[in-house]
């Protein structure tokens, strides 16, 4: 079976859909580059500058869920909207800003924008497609462009700080943004649950607080916050087990593509992120390379990230989720583990950039279809909360990776023996983790049909 073909309308929804995606990647990783001019123009000190980060993980994970759902309840295309607006108020904001808590609130802000759109934006690209191929393409392009856009603002963050100032990593954003606003009611359609439903609110503030707690502990390594945190998700999972209209059908989680997808997608993004972590320290306090040629080692191999993106899609179509995601993960892991091997030398940069390189490309694969198979077993009408959970995936799983492994790096009196360390544990939890989802995915056969007909995570290979 061929897939379908693509309207004008469709393309249409791609390019703006898309767009915003790409506009979000890149505006994270330009503002990275230019945080230490931000930190001495506005007054905000040295040990404070992880605070501009912070300010803005925080919503954006512990937003993404409730947000997700209301666009289900409420109109995706009203929630994507109202986050674009919002980013560009924010970016207006963050370039006149004079002092640190103007610059603070307007990457809180930021953050609320993209709990705002990102979700919203996946199932308006979900809900547009219905032949699962073409889905998968179209999500493959959303990986690509993801991954470009992080790439894009690496590579040339510093030229523009360098040409805009500090404050143009801000306002580039506002155009952008006033013309996702203008094209996005002409293209895409508006929706909505076709039964009116009362948003859960005991729900929807448990979550939020538990989401947000737990953010705050990550990044903070703040035991208490990550112990409440916790504690309040227990009680929204008993509040929606006995919610009438609960904001996150938990039974969601039971389906195997939702909760083998997700845990893929924790796997993936805190292994990738912690391993980039680690890599930068090797290449800054071990090799003491700039940053500037730091960012060319991980600039250059981020285009096969984009490659990566663009043909997880036809991966998937002619091999089902199941083994690209797997085949993601193992690809990951195994051009991880030559970096035990790293040394003293400049010369290992050549060790480090082609496996970087191909690593890069299965991580993006992999990202990819774990966002088939988490996504691909879910209607239409929880398409927020689905799409919702894979965003607070990359979320949490890009935040909790970094503290864990800058720990097992701390564990060693050495820093290359930290670093040695760190790349054994990365490598031997991703192939654990791949060989548990592997069995996991597999396709059950039961002798009584189920109640209720779903369609298969693998259905992408159909």
């Given at each position: ?20 995606s ?5 505006n ?21 500058l ?28 009203r929630?994507?909207?109202?986050g ?33 759109a ?51 990593a ?41 989401l ?28 929606e ?26 796997v ?11 890599m ?48 993601g993960l ?32 299965g ?19 929880q ?12 979320e ?5 990776g970094?503290p ?59």
């Amino acid at each position: 079976m061929t897939p379908q073909k693509l309207t004008s309308r469709q393309r249409l929804t791609i390019f703006v859909l898309l767009g915003a995606s790409f506009m979000l990647a890149a505006n994270f990783s330009i503002l990275n580059v230019a945080l230490p001019q931000v930190g001495e123009a506005v007054g905000l000190e040295v040990s404070g500058l992880a605070w501009v980060a912070t300010a803005y993980a925080l919503p954006a994970a512990g937003f993404t869920l409730l947000f997700g759902r209301i666009g289900d309840l409420y109109g995706r295309r009203r929630m994507f909207l109202g986050g674009i607006a919002v980013l560009a108020v924010a970016s207006v904001l963050g370039g006149l800003a004079a002092n640190p808590a103007m610059l603070l609130s307007a990457r809180a802000l930021q953050g609320v924008a993209c709990a705002m759109a990102i979700p919203n934006a996946l199932s308006l690209l979900v809900t547009s497609f219905s032949d699962e191929k073409l889905r998968a393409r179209v999500l493959g392009i959303n990986g690509a462009l993801g991954a470009a856009g992080f790439t894009v603002g690496a590579l040339v963050g510093g030229t523009i700080v360098g040409i805009l100032g500090w404050r143009g990593a801000f306002l580039i954003n506002v155009p952008m943004a006033i013309l996702a606003l203008v094209v996005t009611p002409f293209v895409i359609r508006a929706s909505r649950a076709t039964e009116r439903v009362r948003l859960d609110v005991p729900g929807a503030v448990t979550v939020t607080l538990g989401l947000l707690a737990i953010a705050y502990g990550v990044t903070n390594a703040n035991v208490y916050a990550l112990l409440g945190g916790v504690a309040m998700l227990v009680v929204f999972w008993f509040v929606e087990k006995r919610a009438k209209a609960p904001l996150a059908a938990v039974d969601i989680l039971v389906r195997p593509g939702v909760k083998w997808g997700i845990v893929a997608g924790l796997v993936l993004f805190a292994m990738e992120i912690s391993l980039i972590f680690v890599m930068t320290l090797y290449l800054q306090k071990v090799l003491h390379l700039s940053p500037f040629l730091t960012g060319l080692a991980f600039g250059v191999p981020g285009l096969a990230a984009v490659a990566g993106g663009v043909l997880a899609g036809r991966f998937i179509a002619s091999f089902g989720s199941r083994k690209v995601l797997v085949a993601g993960l193992l690809t990951q892991t195994a051009f991880t583990a030559p970096m035990v091997l790293l040394g003293m030398s400049e010369a290992w940069v050549w060790l480090v950039v082609p496996a970087l390189f191909v690593g890069f490309f299965g991580f993006v694969a992999g990202t990819v279809a774990f966002m088939v198979t988490a996504t691909s077993s879910v209607p239409d009408s929880q398409q927020g909360l689905a799409t919702g959970l894979t965003t607070l995936v990359d979320e949490v799983g890009s935040t909790i990776g970094v503290p864990i492994f800058a720990a097992i790096v701390a564990t060693q009196a050495n820093l290359l023996d930290g670093i040695h360390l760190a790349v054994i544990v990365n490598v031997v939890g991703t192939v654990a983790a791949a060989v548990v989802i592997w069995f996991g995915l597999r396709p059950r056969r039961t002798a009584t049909a189920p109640a209720v007909a779903e369609p298969s995570y693998e259905s992408a290979s159909a």
